[in-house]
């Protein structure tokens, strides 16, 4: 089986857990490994993958990469970090494995890379969970749902 690894996006140098260009620039450097940079037309980048991965440390909340790939129906691996593993339903939607966990990673990513069919299931169940309460309508009114009950309690100061 041959797995080949897309890295969108650049590194933050304001995050102090980010990764060094140089380590960056070995992994472009690796067999199978493409650094794709700054990604402008999302749906064609998840387009030509089959599977999104974010091994997350913890800290972004829910990330909106996970979002995007789950609306163009890709199955997600990724860690057990707050907004991550919030997200993606195990078994259902992706694979959630232990933040630091390689092995526990490479295998959730294997498991994927073999079953198709599992790839497509857990897909499509994520397009619809997108579909289904996360859209930029649904923010929208659940913003606006959280203003009307702030405005109609009872002010208790002034």
Known sequence: MKI???IAGTADPENPE??????????GRMPGVALVGRVCDISAFWAGVHIACLPSRGGEGLPRTLL????CARP????????????VVPGETGLV????????????LRRL?????????????????VVGGYTEQHCAEQAAS???RLLAAPHWCG
Not at 68 to 71: I, P, R, T
Not at 103 to 108: I, T
Not at 113 to 122: N, Y
């Open 4 to 6: 080949s690894l897309r």
């Open 18 to 27: 980010h990764v060094p260009d140089e380590t960056l620039e070995a992994w």
């Open 68 to 71: 995007e790939a789950s609306a």
């Open 76 to 87: 997600i691996v990724t860690t057990d970090a707050p907004g991550c593993a919030d997200f």
């Open 97 to 108: 494995v232990p933040r630091g966990d390689v092995v526990a990673l490479a295998a959730a």
């Open 113 to 129: 890379c073999k079953d198709s069919a599992l790839r497509g299931r857990m897909g499509l169940a994520g397009r619809s969970r």
């Open 146 to 148: 959280a203003w009307e």
